[in-house]
């Protein structure tokens, strides 16, 4: 069983900033990237930024130069920092890794739970 964690979500007016994380823990043998994704409503679910397990990137352009996408591969954890928060950045954010658990031969996506991210004035 493989389960992601996330936590840091929540209220931020526009210009400041907010760390979300997100903890895979159960049966994992390898991870090889870890990313966000964020669903607005009406709107399409989007990749916001990812990292691989040798720590290669990539951001959505949207959040290019405000977020800031690291891991912690001891912890098996993943973090966004986001900076510079503006109005249109208010989502659903969604913790995603691409894994291997134990015991299996096969990669397969697993998905946190969402978090909340608001910003408001």
């Known amino acids: 069983q493989v389960q992601l964690v996330e936590s840091g979500g929540g209220l931020v007016q526009p210009g400041g900033s907010l760390r979300l994380s997100c903890l895979a823990s159960g049966s994992i043998f390898r991870i090889n990237a870890m990313g966000w994704y964020r669903q607005a409503p009406g709107k399409q679910r989007e990749l916001v930024a990812t990292?691989?397990?040798?720590?290669?990137?990539n951001y959505a352009d949207s959040v290019k130069g405000r977020f800031t996408v690291s891991r912690d591969n001891t912890k098996n954890t993943v973090y966004l920092q986001m900076n510079s928060l503006k109005p249109e950045d208010t989502a659903v954010y969604l913790c995603?890794?691409?894994?291997?658990?134990?015991?299996?031969?096969?990669?397969?996506?697993?998905w946190g739970q969402g978090t909340q991210v608001t910003v408001s004035s």
């Open positions: 995603n890794a691409d894994l291997q658990s134990y015991g299996s031969i096969l990669y397969r996506q697993y």
């Open positions: 990292i691989t397990n040798g720590g290669s990137t």
